[in-house]
């Protein structure tokens, strides 16, 4: 009896954790496009040093492109509207559970 109402009790708030989950992906990705936008284009290009110097050197050309910038807010502005529409689906479902449970009690 009791593994029932913890199992139903899940099953109750799943899609609760999966919003949870979204907007918790949805702060990362909007940290790591904040982080993009501040990489600055190379000014030098790296002759006779490490390996390290020649990676941060192609990491701030593809990053700190102004396309790749543009490409991360576009992919930042979709998934912030995907997340929304799943709020809303949300709410909209639990909205339509209330009404029609309060309207069964009247």
């Not at 190379?42 to 396309?67: C, H, R, W, Y």
Request: one cysteine or more; proline letters at 4%.
């Amino acid at each position: 009896m009791m593994e029932n109402s913890k199992e139903s009790a899940k099953e109750k708030y799943l899609p609760i954790i999966k919003l949870g989950k979204l907007y918790l992906y949805l702060l990362i990705l909007g940290r790591l496009v904040y982080l993009i936008q501040r990489v600055p284009l190379p000014t030098d290009k790296p002759i006779d040093s490490s390996i390290i110097d020649a990676g941060k050197f192609m990491l701030q050309s593809v990053l700190g492109n102004e396309v790749a910038k543009s490409v991360c807010i576009l992919v930042l502005l979709l998934y912030t509207m995907f997340v929304a529409i799943e709020s809303f689906m949300l709410l909209r479902q639990w909205f339509l559970s209330y009404y029609t449970k309060y309207k069964k009690k009247n």
